[in-house]
Every structure is written in structure tokens, then in C-alpha cells.
């Protein structure tokens, strides 16, 4: 018979294999080599243990699942728990703020001795939120629209570059401008002309995943094999390119400033709608009359609180996640020139990694390991 502890943890180890997007085996359990490798050796149990002392266990063991440093692997591929959890943490932290600003509202509303059920007015909600969504998708392309839902959803995850994806790029830059001290013009060009099928960029696939900077990248090491441009030319060619680069990616961010912006004006409409009705009542009783005046109102407090409570935080956050992922750009820039200045490619490596924000940033020895080896051993690239 199995106990009720043995099937809560069964099952929390299921949720594990879900939530890391894997597929449980046919038996729906974790192999016991695999278990013993996160948790250790099985501990003997006490003879004398009440129910109180194996609830303990049973979380202790579960807290140590989650913060292992373990990978599950399926086909070939591997996702790292840490990097699972990692962005649950960032989504629970954004629910968190939401949580706090509507209780803190609402709360204080009621401390107030109002009544929560007046700022229930669905219809106002469907004016305000309708006119908003409605007004955003006149302003922009289909593109951006999607755009936006995406930039929306990585930033509540937090998907901004990690320290392995500054190490990769410094990682192919490192590899072609040793390419381009050491060999012919003819086998660089190789690498420059087909990335896709190039050694070097399919030793780091997240940078070959990402088709822009690639782009970026081939584009300005095929001026420098050609060797008739100046210094001071491609930095100025390169800095046009990236502030049209950084603003693609900020469409997003303008787009819902935008609506953010307009949510006020957008809640007076909704009010002055409310305003109107309660017009058509001026026979009623005051106390009629004064729930109407009241229930309009709401749509001038949904519009402002909506706006700055939600949709601006919001587009600040996007604005912050996609700006990050557009240093990898000043991070090519800065170690290029350096290249094209006559730096070493381990130097001009130094005036990369010195851009990079210091929370994220490499180590010397780091990149030097990574360089010097050529490049993340496969199994760190995958998890990664």
C-alpha cells in the first residue's frame, strides 16, 4: 500500500519532469541511479519517526530536487532545472508586484469603509480596455503586434542574455579573428559567406540561432577582409546600424507607451459615458442617482490606475529586457575595432567583455578558458 507521503512525492516529481518540458517515462517514475545521483544515499529511517518528521523529509527532500544542479536529459537534449526555475522565480516576482499593488489599493479602499463591489463595473472595463486594444492594433503592424506579445512574455520571464551567451559571442569573434590573422582570405571567406555551414558559428548555436547578429557579425568581418575601409568609418556604419537594430526592438516598448499614455483620456470617455446615463435618472432617488455618479467614476480610476499601474511598469520592463539583449551588438562593435586597431584578438576580446554590465560579465580567466580551449565543451553549450 502506498503511502499518502510516497504519492505526494511521486507526484511532485512528475511535476518536475512537466515543468522541464520532458516527457515522463512509460513507468511515470525517476530511475533510482538518477534519484540517489540529487538526493545522495538514502538516509535509515528513524525507528520512532512521527508523521510531523516525515512531512519534513518529504519537503527537504523535494527543496533539494529543485535546487539541485541536474539536468534531465531525453533524445540527446538537456535543460537545466536551474534555468527552468529560474524564469518561474521572475514570473512569480512580477505576480508578486501586481499582487501587492491591487491589495494595497483595494485594501486601503476598504479601510476607507468603501464598498469593493462599486468597483465592479464590467462594462466600464469593456469601454476602457476595448477602446485601448482596439486603438493599439490601428497603430501598429501586424509584425509589431506579435512583437509585442512576445517582448511581453520575456519580460516577465526575464529572458535577457545570460553570462554563457556573452561567452559565446566572445567566443566565435575570438575564432574568426584568428582566422583572420592566421589564414588565406579565400578559407575565411568560407565562414563569412555560409555561416550556417561554417565549423565556427556551429560550435556556438545560440549565436547561429540568432540570424541578426550573425548577420551583424559576417557583415563586418567581410569589410575588414576586404581591408579598403578606415577605422572611423565602420565605427560610424556600426553605430547607424545598431541604433536601427535597437530601435526594431523597441517597438514594442513604444507601442504600449502609447497605450499607457492614452488609458487616461481613454477612462474619462468610459466616465463621461457613465456621466450620460445618470443623466437619464435625475428622477430617481438620490440614492440611485449617487450609485450611478459613483459607477461612472470608476471608469476614470480604471483608466489611470490601468495605465500606470500596469501597462507602463510593463512597457519599462520590456524596454529594459530588449535593450540588455542589444549590448551583444556593442559587444562585436567595441571588440572589432579594437581587431581592426591592431589589437591581439585576446585584447580586443578585453574591449568587449568590458561593456558588458558587471553583474553578467566574465571573468578574465573565464574567457580566456573558453578562448583558449575553443569554445563551451558540448555539454555546457546544451545546458546552457
Not at 544542479?69 to 518561474?88: A, D, I, P, Y
Not at 513604444?254 to 463621461?272: C, N, Q, R, S
Not at 500596469?310 to 559587444?331: D, Q
Request: glycine fraction near 10%; aromatic fraction near 6%; proline fraction near 4%.
Amino acid at each position: 500500500m502506498v503511502s499518502a507521503g510516497s504519492a505526494a512525492f511521486a507526484q511532485s516529481k512528475l511535476a518536475i519532469w512537466q515543468t522541464a518540458g520532458v516527457e515522463a517515462p512509460a513507468s511515470q517514475t525517476i530511475a533510482q541511479t538518477d534519484l540517489a545521483a540529487v538526493l545522495g544515499p538514502p538516509a535509515r529511517p528513524a525507528p520512532h519517526r512521527g508523521r510531523g518528521g516525515a512531512d519534513k523529509s518529504l519537503a527537504a527532500s523535494f527543496d533539494r530536487i529543485c535546487s539541485a544542479e541536474f539536468s534531465l536529459k531525453q533524445g540527446g537534449r538537456t535543460k537545466n532545472l536551474r534555468k527552468v526555475f529560474g524564469g518561474m522565480r521572475c514570473a512569480l516576482a512580477f505576480l508578486i508586484g501586481t499582487i501587492v499593488a491591487l491589495g494595497c489599493m483595494l485594501g486601503g479602499f476598504a479601510a476607507m469603509g468603501g464598498h469593493l463591489a462599486v468597483i465592479f463595473q464590467p462594462w466600464e472595463f469593456v469601454i476602457i480596455l476595448g477602446v485601448s486594444l482596439g486603438t493599439f492594433i490601428i497603430a501598429n503592424s501586424l509584425s509589431t503586434i506579435k512583437d509585442t506579445g512576445v517582448a511581453i512574455f520575456d519580460a516577465v520571464l526575464n529572458r535577457g542574455p545570460t553570462q554563457r551567451d556573452y561567452l559565446d559571442v566572445l567566443g566565435v569573434l575570438y575564432a574568426l579573428m584568428r582566422e583572420l590573422r592566421g589564414k588565406a582570405r579565400s578559407e575565411v571567406e568560407q565562414h563569412i559567406d555560409n555561416p550556417t555551414e561554417s565549423a565556427i558559428f556551429k560550435s556556438f548555436p545560440k549565436v547561429l540561432a540568432d540570424a541578426n547578429l550573425t548577420s551583424f557579425i559576417c557583415d563586418y568581418c567581410r569589410l575588414i577582409i576586404i581591408g579598403n575601409a578606415r577605422t572611423h568609418e565602420i565605427e560610424a556604419l556600426m553605430d547607424e546600424e545598431i541604433e536601427t537594430v535597437t530601435h526594431d526592438r523597441l517597438k514594442p516598448y513604444h507601442a504600449l507607451i502609447t497605450v499607457a499614455d492614452g488609458l487616461p483620456a481613454i477612462g474619462i470617455v468610459a466616465a463621461v459615458l457613465g456621466v450620460v446615463k445618470a443623466m437619464g435618472a435625475l428622477d430617481q432617488s438620490p440614492e440611485i442617482l449617487g450609485g450611478l455618479i459613483g459607477a461612472a467614476l470608476i471608469g476614470t480610476f480604471a483608466g489611470i490606475f490601468i495605465s500606470y499601474g500596469v501597462i507602463s511598469p510593463l512597457a519599462h520592463k520590456v524596454k529594459a529586457t530588449r535593450a540588455v539583449r542589444c549590448r551583444l551588438y556593442i559587444i562585436v562593435k567595441q571588440t572589432l575595432l579594437a581587431f581592426m586597431n591592431g589589437a591581439m584578438p585576446q585584447i580586443a576580446l578585453e574591449h568587449g567583455r568590458k561593456t558588458i554590465a558587471s553583474h553578467d560579465r566574465p571573468s578574465i580567466d573565464m574567457v580566456e578558458n573558453e578562448t583558449v580551449a575553443g569554445g563551451p565543451k558540448p555539454a555546457q553549450q546544451q545546458a546552457a
